[in-house]
């Protein structure tokens, strides 16, 4: 994605739609305010030879989602007791969410990594703050998010994928606390923090697929903020994207969520997995640096490094002063 003048106007409408769901007090100026970002994300995907059919994908499955919630709308205005579920349904297409979730994998791979960004993280802001105005059970959806966002991704090659499906993933703990407005606030905005630290160094390495790891041979701070904003994304403690799970795990704990705290924990073990895949590919195993040699290259420009390693013990202390 180029910016140009169409392509900052068109991501100027975008937010002007994104302010006008996430700030309105009735269905009907929410659904209008996605129906704006929808029509003026369309162009911004319509470049290139497969975006043109990467775009009426999601235009197909957007028109269907906000078909429904238009339904559903009217529905309850004229108090029918079905329009929660097909409320529901909507938002969780809107977004990608399992069990509908396949839309996401089919276009992901025709978007460069700046609209990647956007789809996985800036478009789901208004769903999911329509979703938290509604008291429903969500449980189904967070459970097989759990279970698609990590067995899924077992064996995928592709970055883009990998990085839908952890999307998937990180989308089940924020539906999971939905209606904490404090938490997954918090937590979407650490996710999209750590997600556009990754997708820069990944697009500025032009990596498409796992076994490019083997063969980019770059230096030792691009691989340590490579790997360090792999792991975080993942979820590895004391990292930054440990300390949004820490939370939810403790609101499990409190709202006495055994079952569901126990497969949360379960699968994050299979997301960390292949996260660690891609780092032993990229730093250990196909390394033709002498392992010696790691300490005398340091420097101290690593700044993914440096935020996920020190803003996460900063947060915990502040605990124990405010």
């Known amino acids: 994605m180029k910016l140009n003048l169409t392509n900052i106007f068109m991501l100027f409408i975008l937010i002007i739609g994104l302010i006008i769901s996430i700030s309105s007090n009735n269905w009907m100026m929410m659904w209008s305010g996605l129906e704006i970002s ?59 969410v399992a069990p509908f979730h396949n839309w996401v994998l089919s276009i992901i791979n025709s978007l460069d990594y700046k609209l990647m960004f956007f789809l996985l993280s800036v478009m789901k802001i208004a769903p999911l703050v329509m979703l938290s105005f509604l008291n429903s059970y969500n449980d189904l959806f967070v459970m097989l998010s759990l279970i698609i ?29 939905i209606n904490m407005n404090s938490i997954w606030i918090l937590y979407l905005f650490l996710y999209s923090f750590i997600l556009i630290l990754l997708i820069i160094l990944i697009s500025k390495l032009k990596i498409n697929y796992i076994n490019q790891f083997m063969i980019n041979e770059q230096s030792l701070i691009m691989k ?11 979820g590895l403690p004391p990292l930054l994207g440990f300390f949004p799970k820490f939370i939810i795990l403790q609101m499990m704990v409190k709202k006495k969520m055994f079952l569901l705290m126990i497969l949360m924990i379960m699968t994050s073990l299979l997301v960390m997995f292949f996260y660690m895949r891609m780092m032993f590919l990229m730093f250990l195993n196909y390394s033709i640096m002498q392992k010696f040699l790691t300490k005398i290259s340091m420097k101290l420009s690593v700044w993914s490094l440096f935020f996920n390693l020190n803003i996460f013990p900063f947060i915990i202390s502040l605990k124990y002063y405010v």
């Not at 470049?47 to 197909?60: A, R």
């Not at 991704?153 to 999971?176: E, G, H």
């Not at 340590?224 to 993942?234: R, V």
């Open 38 to 96: 929808l029509m003026s994300f369309i162009p911004l995907m319509s470049g290139g030879m497969m975006g043109s059919e990467s775009s009426m994908k999601y235009f197909i499955v957007q028109s269907i989602s906000s078909s429904m919630l238009i339904i559903s709308i009217f529905m309850m205005i004229s108090m029918n007791l079905l329009y929660m579920y097909m409320l529901l349904s909507s938002l969780v297409l809107k977004m990608g």
């Open 149 to 177: 966002g990590s067995f899924f991704s077992l064996n995928q090659n592709s970055v883009r994928k990998l990085l839908a499906y952890s999307s998937i993933y990180n989308m089940s703990y924020i539906i999971s606390c």
């Open 224 to 234: 340590l903020n490579l790997s360090i904003s792999i792991l975080s994304l993942g």
